[in-house]
Nanobody
Framework: VQLQASGGGLVQAGGSLTLSCAAS????????MAWYRQAPGKQRELVAH??????NYADSVKGRFTISRDNAKNMVYLQMNSLKPEDTAVYYC??????????????WGQGTLVTVSS
């Protein structure tokens, strides 16, 4: 299974960006798709995840970010509004599911850089 993330870039504070992540490969099912981020000098943290249609967000992004999923396309999106300089980080998507062999997988995308200028 491979994940391809896109959509990062440079944006001014208060602006918006949408990240996309596409999963491809030997996928039988996906049960969880998530976005994490890692700022310089900090540990990777969970931003949001969607599991069985239920979403969950880090407190720092609640009300500003929206995670969504297109099951038919095995894609996950992160709509980011009202961006702040502290949202600057490399954003990673993560997907958990089952191969056709019914073996489980957890795969990371390559990361996409989001830079928010003040």
């Amino acid at each position: 299974v491979q994940l391809q993330a896109s959509g990062g870039g440079l944006v001014q504070a208060g602006g918006s960006l949408t990240l996309s992540c596409a999963a491809s490969g030997n996928i039988f099912s996906i049960n969880r798709m998530a976005w994490y981020r890692q700022a310089p000098g900090k540990q990777r943290e969970l931003v949001a995840h969607i599991t069985g249609g239920v979403t969950n967000y880090a407190d720092s992004v609640k009300g500003r970010f929206t995670i969504s999923r297109d099951n038919a396309k095995n894609m996950v999106y992160l709509q980011m509004n009202s961006l702040k300089p502290e949202d600057t980080a490399v954003y990673y998507c993560n997907t958990q599911g089952l191969y056709y062999s019914r073996t489980s997988f957890s795969v990371w995308g390559q990361g996409t850089l989001v830079t928010v200028s003040s």
